[in-house]
C-alpha cells in the first residue's frame, strides 16, 4: 500500500489525473469529480423538503414529483419546516469522507475515516451543524457514540447495522482512478458503521456507477456480487 505505484494507481483523481490516465484528456476529466460532488450536494438539497415522502405526495404538495427549485421541509416530510436550500446528513457525511480519502499521505485507512467523522460531524465540528441537524440515521448515530467513548473502528459497532447511510456517502470513492480500489474503499468505509453485507455491496454499486461516469463517460453493468 506505500508503494509509489500503487500510490498513484489509488490517488483521488482530482490529483494528477493525466498521469493516472493519459489515454482520458484531462480538460473533460479534471473538473467531473467537482461536478459530481455539487451535483449530489444540490440534490440532497433539493430532496430535504421531501425526504420519506412518495412521489404522489411530492407531486400532490407543488404539483411535479420533480423538484426543481429549493422549498422549506413539507408537513408529513422528515423535517418538516426546515429551511429550504439545505443540505442534509447525507452531505456532511460526504465531506468528512472526502476530507479522510485526500490525506496527505493518500492512503486512507479505517482510523482516518472514523476520525474525520468523528471529529468532524460533531456539532462544533466543521460539518457538524449540517450533520446534526439533517436528520442522521442510528447506524451513523451509533457510530459517532463509540468514536466519543474511545473504540477502535469497526468496536462496538452491530454487524447487522444496513439501510443506506454507507451508500448515500459512497460516491467520492469512485473517483479513484483504479477500479479494484474503489471497490475496496467504498467497502471500508462502508463498514465503519453499516457493515451488513447488503449496505456494504450497495456502497460499493454507488461508487462504482460513479466511476463509470468519471473515467469513461457511460455506465456498466459489471458490478461486483459483493
Same mark, same amino acid.
Given at each position: 500500500p506505500g508503494s509509489k505505484t500503487l500510490h498513484k494507481r489509488r490517488t483521488f483523481v482530482s490529483r494528477g489525473v493525466s498521469k493516472l490516465v493519459p489515454m482520458v484528456? #484531462?480538460? @473533460? #476529466?479534471?473538473? *467531473?469529480?467537482?461536478?459530481?460532488?455539487?451535483?449530489? &450536494?444540490i440534490g440532497d438539497a433539493l430532496g430535504s423538503a421531501f425526504e420519506f415522502? @412518495? @412521489?404522489?405526495? !411530492?407531486?400532490?404538495? !407543488? %404539483?411535479?414529483p420533480i423538484v426543481h427549485e429549493y422549498i422549506r421541509g413539507q408537513s408529513g416530510s422528515l423535517m418538516p419546516g426546515r429551511a429550504p436550500g439545505i443540505p442534509t446528513d447525507d452531505t456532511a457525511m460526504t465531506l468528512a469522507l472526502v476530507d479522510a480519502l485526500t490525506v496527505a499521505d493518500g492512503v486512507p485507512t479505517p482510523l482516518s475515516i472514523q476520525r474525520s467523522f468523528g471529529e468532524s460531524l460533531? *456539532?462544533?465540528? *466543521?460539518? %457538524?451543524?449540517?450533520?446534526?441537524? %439533517?436528520?442522521p440515521g442510528g447506524a451513523c448515530r451509533a457510530m459517532l457514540d463509540e468514536f466519543r467513548a474511545g473504540a477502535a473502528p469497526f468496536e462496538g459497532i452491530d454487524p447487522e447495522a444496513g439501510g443506506n447511510g454507507a451508500a448515500m456517502r459512497a460516491h467520492p470513492c469512485g473517483a479513484f482512478a483504479d477500479r479494484a480500489y474503489v471497490a475496496e474503499i &467504498? &467497502?471500508?468505509q462502508? *463498514? !465503519?458503521?453499516?457493515p451488513h453485507p447488503s449496505a456494504v455491496a450497495a456502497a460499493q454499486a454507488v461508487a462504482l456507477i460513479v466511476h463509470e461516469g468519471l473515467f469513461t463517460g457511460r455506465l456498466t453493468k459489471d458490478l461486483p456480487s459483493e
Open positions: 484528456d #484531462i480538460d @473533460s #476529466i479534471e473538473n *467531473r469529480p467537482r461536478g459530481m460532488m455539487l451535483g449530489a &450536494a415522502m @412518495s @412521489s404522489a405526495d !411530492i407531486k400532490a404538495k !407543488i %404539483g411535479s460533531q *456539532r462544533t465540528g *466543521r460539518y %457538524g451543524d449540517m450533520f446534526l441537524d %439533517g436528520a &467504498a &467497502a471500508l462502508a *463498514r !465503519i458503521s453499516h
